[in-house]
């Protein structure tokens, strides 16, 4: 609360007590006595609650839409009760920001002069409106417009005032506005029972308010019905009815308010109608719905459903029923030719493989139409005058019951499947219940025809059976996996258990399909599957996630070791052989395990550690399990930000290529060059192909990279060409596996060339001997299809795979490398030096040109040369880089080639 009587804000509290210098009360005088004083304070006090009563009385007996006349009536009351100068009442109208002026009394010699403000911003009441918010009244005794509340009230009278009494109008607790009386010229002070008068008009007007609202939107409401809706007296007449209503009835508003709801309905149906409408008025029900005709002016007949609810008050007695009309005439219209059909195709029926049934109101068949007893083994004649319960499944003779209870009490279709018993078989079988009416509209019967489903309903089993399964080993597939495993997580949560997961994958199970036909790997797969159900235990689940990938869900394991033992079971049952079309098989797998024991495991993430540790099981040797912990997935996290960093830079460009000088360890001549691929992280700064290319053969980035490099090399060949045309480079380009691979590998070939305007015999493309390895057909089909371009070959790391000599031989190859790792040791180590002589003497043997990579001293290119090695590339002679340096390298790696003689 805030009051001003010095033009200072003041706090809560009732108002101060009048002084010498402010006006009393403008009520009338009292007369001098005791005695006349208290006879005053009385007629004061009933004066005053004779207003209060006269302003409600207003608002009461008033419709809602004169509210503004009724504010205006109160204002004036108040303002001639209270003698004050002025009455005003502002509201906010929705989610505005504004008070707007809703009411305003004048006393006549203010009106002349007085300027109405009709509207007020938030923003310029702040202190009027924290005190209102709390739902406190302000009092300004003397208002001093040089005061913050001086100022805010001038907002709202700009000719000023002198004295004001200001209380909230509140819905509840939100403000909607507020009530204020005014002194003009003189200072006043206000009386408790002004506060009294303008709160009570506040929560009238408030509540007037409100009322009004309600009733403008259930008019809204009445009046835009799609249906037909109406207010009826107790005695039937018609009270208000809206405009879907009228259309019904084909009549004026004007003609049907006071009209009786009888006089609408056709003759024949009148007495019906009445007879449900007496017993809603005598209390005797507070719904009534009721089919019947109405008859229109112009002689059309519609067929209505009318549905009235009872509005009574205290007294139980009906104040009036809102009824709703909905025009039936087309489902009507459809129902009679349903009965005429039935007439008419009776004998369809009765050679109909449907079942049709008929019921009485006791629910006991009256009819049943031939197909009855291939349905349910009973003879027709067997089954009349027996209710459902002689063949319905015991858990099925209540809902036959009710639904067809349902379709007697309403009227209305019912279509449900029920379960029926013949013998120790349960078949199923559609229903469709219909209403059969009798001349005076009332369900006499209920039509049931029924359709036998039972294939359909095992075909769906069997189809929700394989959407959860697999479908080769009939295990668990991943969708019946994940929800096993969701389950078994909430359980160990609830019940502080432990879970387990052991995925595992059959180890070069593409040997089986690749030598033996992939129906031999189909053999082989459900085999694994039989063996790993032995090792189940009841409530573990089994799933094959597809290819040759299982999952054990070990619910509620004792311990965490229970999923190691599992494994070590799982590579003792797999161990032994398998009868595979007449063969034995023989396979392991590689196994990861991951344990849930705390509240934080959640499905896809279990799956994903048992899966990253089955990964780690496999890359460390096969035949063996892993465990996952916290380091192999903080591993995995570094590896997919790696992957994602890459992509990244693929995007931005920061990939780029450095060149190795290879040199012909005879002439000390440098002859070519090896595209190396490097990546400048953006946090780790510039990373060799040793630390990235293998990631990217993983995610198949190498596609993009491998194309880049081969695109870039070449372009940086013919540039070379063009400035240095008297020194012939050979550039070399790795292939990956995956490159190889792919079906345009041949032209994107073609595109570096053409675009870097490179001759193909300068460009030699280097592949690995596994890579070839890994199809050795396809790697010979795409390795001729490459040398028919005039491209040379070479392949790269040789001795570190398992090439067959025989192999060796066919492919077209130019240009043997050897392996760093044998280069190490070559001179020094006599097991080296021997894999060097004989990977040289083989070359000779095979018409090819060798080069020995990784030479990093002097005495390994001696030894080399003089093992007859034709050329070499190393740190010895120079290190990768970049374009811009090369020939400054190549400089420098000349010089360092000696052509003496071995040195030993």
Request: glycine share 8%; with cysteine; aromatic share 6%.
């Amino acid at each position: 609360m805030a009051d001003a009587t010095t033009g200072q804000e003041a706090g809560s509290g009732r108002p101060p007590k009048p002084d010498a210098h402010v006006t009393p009360t403008t009520f009338p005088p009292q007369p001098p006595g005791e005695g006349r004083g208290r006879i005053n304070a009385l007629r004061h006090r009933l004066a005053l609650e004779d207003l209060m009563v006269r302003v409600a009385a207003g608002f009461i007996h008033r419709p809602s839409h004169q509210l503004d006349e009724c504010i205006d009536d109160a204002l004036s009351e108040v303002g001639n009760f209270t003698h004050a100068d002025r009455v005003f009442l502002y509201i906010r109208p929705g989610d505005s920001h504004d008070f707007a002026l809703r009411g305003l009394w004048l006393a006549p010699e203010v009106a002349s002069s007085a300027r109405e403000v009709h509207s007020v911003p938030d923003s310029e009441l702040p202190l009027w409106l924290e005190t209102l918010r709390s739902l406190e009244p302000i009092f300004l005794l003397d208002v001093d417009e040089r005061s913050e509340l001086g100022r805010e009230r001038r907002a709202l009278e700009p000719d000023g005032t002198r004295s004001s009494l200001v209380v909230p109008v509140a819905d509840g607790f939100r403000l909607i506005g507020f009530l204020g009386l005014d002194s003009v010229a003189n200072e006043r002070m206000w009386s408790d029972d002004h506060l009294s008068v303008l709160n009570a008009l506040a929560g009238i007007i408030s509540q007037a308010m409100a009322r009004s609202e309600a009733e403008q939107r259930f008019g809204l409401a009445f009046s835009h019905a799609p249906l037909g809706m109406a207010l009826h007296l107790a005695d039937g007449r018609h009270l208000q009815v809206n405009r879907a209503y009228c259309d019904l009835a084909g009549r004026q508003e004007r003609e049907l308010v006071d009209m009786a709801v009888t006089e609408l309905v056709h003759p024949d149906d009148r007495e019906s109608v009445a007879v449900r409408g007496r017993l809603l008025a005598l209390g005797e029900a507070d719904l009534m719905s009721v089919e019947c005709r109405y008859q229109r002016p112009d002689g059309s007949i519609i067929w209505v459903r009318i549905h009235s609810a009872a509005v009574r008050d205290p007294d139980l007695e009906l104040r009036y029923a809102v009824t709703h009309v909905e025009d039936i005439t087309q489902r009507y219209h459809k129902e009679a030719e349903v009965r005429a059909s039935e007439r008419r195709y009776r004998t369809l029926v009765e050679n109909s493989p449907a079942v049709v049934t008929r019921f009485d109101r006791e629910l006991r068949i009256v009819y049943a139409s031939p197909a009855f007893e291939a349905l349910a083994g009973f003879a027709p004649g067997q089954i009349l005058g027996h209710k459902v319960d002689a063949f319905a499944a015991p858990g099925e003779v209540d809902r036959w019951a009710s639904a067809l209870g349902a379709v007697f009490e309403t009227g209305a279709r019912y279509d449900s499947e029920w379960l029926l018993n013949r013998g120790e078989d349960q078949y199923w079988f559609q229903s469709r219940a219909v209403a059969e009416y009798d001349q005076d509209g009332v369900v006499e019967y209920v039509l049931v025809v029924n359709t036998d489903i039972t294939t359909l309903k095992r075909t769906e089993a069997a189809l929700a059976h394989q959407a959860l399964h697999d479908p080769l080993t009939g295990l668990a597939n991943r969708a019946l996996l994940h929800d096993h495993l969701d389950n078994a997580l909430a359980r160990g949560r609830r019940l502080s258990n432990t879970i387990g997961l052991v995925f595992l994958d059959l180890d070069r199970f593409k040997l089986v399909n690749d030598s033996m036909g992939h129906t031999a790997g189909d053999v082989l797969l459900v085999e694994v599957g039989r063996r790993l159900r032995t090792l189940a235990r009841p409530g573990d689940t089994v799933a094959r996630l597809g290819g040759d990938e299982f999952v054990l869900l070990l619910d509620n394991i004792e311990d965490a070791s229970k999923p190691i033992v599992m494994a070590e079971e799982i590579h003792r049952i797999l161990r032994e052989p398998m009868s595979v079309e007449g063969s034995e098989v023989f396979t392991t797998a590689s196994i990861g395990i991951a344990v849930a024991n705390d509240d934080h495991a959640d499905a896809d993430g279990l799956l994903r550690d048992a899966d990253s540790a089955m990964y780690l099981a496999k890359a460390r040797g096969r035949d063996r399990f892993e465990v996952f912990d916290e380091g192999l997935r903080e591993r995995a996290t570094e590896r997919l930000h790696l992957e994602n960093a890459l992509r990244r830079s693929i995007d931005a460009g920061d990939l780029a290529v450095f060149y190795q000088p290879e040199i012909d360890l005879t002439t000390g001549q440098v002859t070519g060059c090896e595209a190396l691929a490097r990546w400048n992280h953006p946090v780790q700064g510039l990373l060799e192909a040793g630390a990235f290319i293998g990631l990217a053969e993983e995610t198949g980035l190498i596609l993009e990279v491998g194309a880049w490099v081969l695109a870039t090399a070449c372009s940086q060949a013919g540039q070379w060409q063009h400035e240095h045309p008297t020194r012939p480079l050979l550039m070399r380009v790795n292939l990956s596996a995956r490159q190889i691979a792919q079906p345009d590998i041949l032209q994107q070939v073609v595109d570096a060339l053409d675009h870097g305007g490179v001759e193909a015999p300068s460009l030699c493309l280097e592949i690995t001997e596994t890579a070839l390895m890994d199809d050795p057909d396809e790697a010979l089909r795409v390795l001729r299809d490459l040398r028919s371009l005039g491209v040379s070959l070479a392949i790269d790391d040789f001795g570190t795979g398992y090439s067959s000599l025989a192999y060796l031989k066919r492919f077209p190859v130019d240009v043997l490398k050897i392996d760093r790792s044998f280069v190490d040791g070559v001179g020094d180590d006599p097991e080296d030096t021997a894999i060097v002589t004989a990977i040289i003497s083989l070359s000779r043997a095979l018409g090819l040109r060798v080069v020995a990579e990784g030479v990093e001293t002097r005495r390994q290119a001696d030894e080399l040369r003089w093992l007859g090695a034709e050329a070499a590339q190393g740190y010895f002679f120079s290190r990768p880089c970049p374009a811009e340096s090369f020939w400054h390298g190549v400089s420098s790696a000349t010089a360092t080639v000696s052509s003496g003689s071995r040195d030993l």
